[in-house]
């Protein structure tokens, strides 16, 4: 069992930075990857950026990197996310998650999600 709880999100304006936490846990705690994903109301969820647990390696989605920034803390088993420069399309709902997958860029690659946490950017 695997269990991811993010937290973090709120309301902020625009330019503000918000770090978003993802800690894991739970016997079959033990990702290959983990990501971040968001989503908007009627849409469906937009890849943020991935980790590989063990390396470190990151990859970012499109118009993601250069003010996000993916990282980690394998002693804590926590997950984070760095958002700078937030603009009011960044207001979403984002969801950690963690897989087995190489190369996940996409939601099926993800076996455990989190509950998501609302971030909210006023303009």
């Known amino acids: 069992q695997v269990q991811l709880i993010e937290s973090g999100g709120g309301l902020v304006q625009a330019g503000d930075s918000l770090r978003l936490s993802c800690a894991g846990s739970g016997s079959a705690f033990n990702p290959y990857t983990m990501g971040w994903f968001r989503q908007t109301p009627g849409k469906e969820r937009q890849f943020v950026a991935f980790?590989?647990?063990?390396?470190?390696?990151?990859y970012y989605g499109r118009s993601m990197k250069g003010r996000f920034t993916i990282s980690k803390d394998n002693a804590k088993s926590t997950l984070y996310l760095e958002m700078n420069n937030l603009r009011p399309e960044g207001t979403a709902v984002y969801y950690c998650?963690?897989?087995?997958?190489?190369?996940?860029?996409?939601?099926?690659?993800?076996?455990?999600w989190g509950q998501g946490t609302q971030v909210t950017v006023s303009s």
């Open positions: 998650a963690a897989g087995r997958t190489v190369f996940p860029n996409k939601e099926s690659d993800y076996t455990y």
């Open positions: 980790i590989n647990w063990v390396s470190g390696n990151t």
